[in-house]
Nanobody
């Protein structure tokens, strides 16, 4: 199973930007579809974005379309989430996750490898 470690979270003002990274180790990163999820206090974990194993296909939640960009660098075993025009409602713990489904999947049940999460706080 692949091990995942997120970084890049922090406190930012509304309208600002952050880039999250997810470093992978263990089994071959490039063979996994990957996703970014977030969980706000009192809410269920939701998929923000997903990317196919080679990075050719992506998917986004409607709430982040046009503001967030997912990407991956298989040579560096790293997944990224570029977040722009951040809003207070984007405040959450962000997790990266791996799935054996190679197409971009927003189905949380298809993910079986998770990082520990990184906090993103957007102030108004």
């Amino acid at each position: 199973q692949v091990q995942l470690v997120e970084s890049g979270g922090g406190l930012v003002q509304a309208g600002g930007s952050l880039r999250l990274s997810c470093a992978a180790s263990g089994r071959t990163f490039s063979s996994y579809g990957m996703g970014w999820f977030r969980q706000a206090p009192g809410k269920e974990r939701e998929c923000v974005s997903a990317i196919s194993w080679r990075g050719y296909s992506t998917a986004y939640a409607d709430s982040v379309k046009g503001r967030f960009t997912i990407s991956r660098d298989n040579a560096k075993n790293t997944l990224y989430l570029q977040m722009s025009s951040l809003k207070p409602e984007d405040t959450a713990v962000y997790y990266c996750a791996a799935t054996q489904t190679r197409a971009p999947s927003t189905n949380i049940d298809e993910y079986d490898g998770w990082g520990q999460g990184t906090q993103v706080t957007v102030s108004s």
